[in-house]
């Protein structure tokens, strides 16, 4: 048995054992992402979509399913993934360069030192950190440490690159700035991607299927093909395309949250947005 | 003003004023030198035991140093072995503290009686009791407190246990570990004195000062707790000097 898809999960349930009893976080969740595709994950607060990075990573294994990475059962943590968080935890005793070289010193890449030494800058100069070298963390703004996470999770050319609220943290400009930033990425070099985000504008911009997971225990409630042909800007975000898809994931979201009768179409909804974009589309 | 006066000029400064206050103080008040020693009485004291200070110094310095150093290996492995096991701390917690709440100079004649006329081991021995809690506890509490997220940074790539200690829950515990060794310098030399003057065995400054005791020369009491004070000062800076180098961006982090 092997899985055709870069990263696939089949029927995963997971539970945390508390002092109060198990703790079901996933019931029977199953995602496939195409190799190089950007898959955004959203759901409620608190509904498993971290505990699903942990899964994917090698960090924890789930209590029944099946998790594969590449055609292999994920059973431990594989060199082949880069991670960044909403902490961007850089290593304030290091450098920037010496934070974003990290991965080179575990994984075994192949690359030689001069050859990490390049990529590093030529990384740090793509996300727009030259000059910062030497500097360190925390002589860095929040938005200039997010980047720099982000060149180290790339460092060491990962297949899969797994985001857990990477832009959370950051006010509304940097953010937009860093998606731009993950656009360019990809076009240089393609990865996976698997980004948990609670900003349906971010997951519209940045991926090509979202996931709505739905409330605690959490199973995939609705995907999203986002078909925006071509090199995507901001403005892409505006178009009554892009509102109706937006209104479409606000009501999932809703639905996930039991705030909403199921019953009421999507599409009811995604043509009220793209006709007149409410507030909530908006967020 | 620069940064080296600042650094060594105002402390001088400071540590003058202090000692002509202090000549004022017994002067004003018409002390007699067995009531309370000017520090214009200890000069000639120490020029007179010059060789003996020195080799007295030593002798303090280097088992302070000693003992301090096992306080170091030792608190550092509790401090790893309660940081990363939960039952180890639950279990070591209270007995630490215990420990700690003894008063040391009910230990010394237990320990001059143990290792009867082992001077310098029984030294070093109450040096290293005396500071190595610290140690223990800033520690356990730096590799306890280690965000996940650093831990996850590493382990998703594979990297072992060891490795995680090493790159990362070492240097970021560094910070804690200075802050609790300046403390423990302090004790440690609290420790070797306290040996030295409870259990006096012809050794070390703590000697000198139980000699001025029996012989009543006062002024060679004050002599000693000047000298005391000066090595104490002199140890407390190359701790702080170490932390200069090795978690110096702790520092810069804050500025």
Redesign the interface.
Known sequence: MSSDFQIELREVTHAYRTDSGPLPVLDNLSLKLPKDTFTAVVGPSGCGKSTLT?LV???MKPDEGQVWLASKLVT????T?G?A?Q?P?L???RTILQNVM??L???KSGMSKAEGLERAHALLDLVGLTGFEDK?P?ELSGGMRQRASLC?SLI?KPEVL?LDEPFGALDAFTREDLWCTMHDLRAIEPFTCLLITHDLRESVFLADQVVVLSGRPAHAQYVLNVDIPGKRTLDDLYTPKAVAMLADLRHQIQVAQGRTDGAATPAAHAQRGAKAPTPEAQS | MTNIFRKVGVPLIFIGAVLVLWEWAVWFNGLPDYRMASPSDLLPKFWQFRWLFLERSWETLWRTVAGLGLAIVVGTLLGMIMGFSRTARDGLYPLLVGFNAIPKATVVPIVALIFVGQHDFNTILLAFMISFFPIAVSVSIGLSTL?P??R????????SKF?IFW??AL??T?PEFFGALKVAVTLAFIGTNLMEIVSPHGRGLGDLFDSGRISADYPLMFAVLFALAALGIVLFYIVVALERVF?G??E??QG
């Open positions: 942990r990573s090698g960090l431990s943590p594989r060199p993934v991670m968080f902490n935890v290593l304030e005793w990290l991965p010193e575990i994984v360190r925390s180290r060491h797994i | 965000e997220e650093y996850d940074i590493l382990r998703s790539l594979g990297a490795t790159k990362i240097p970021k560094l978690a961006w702790a810069r982090g």
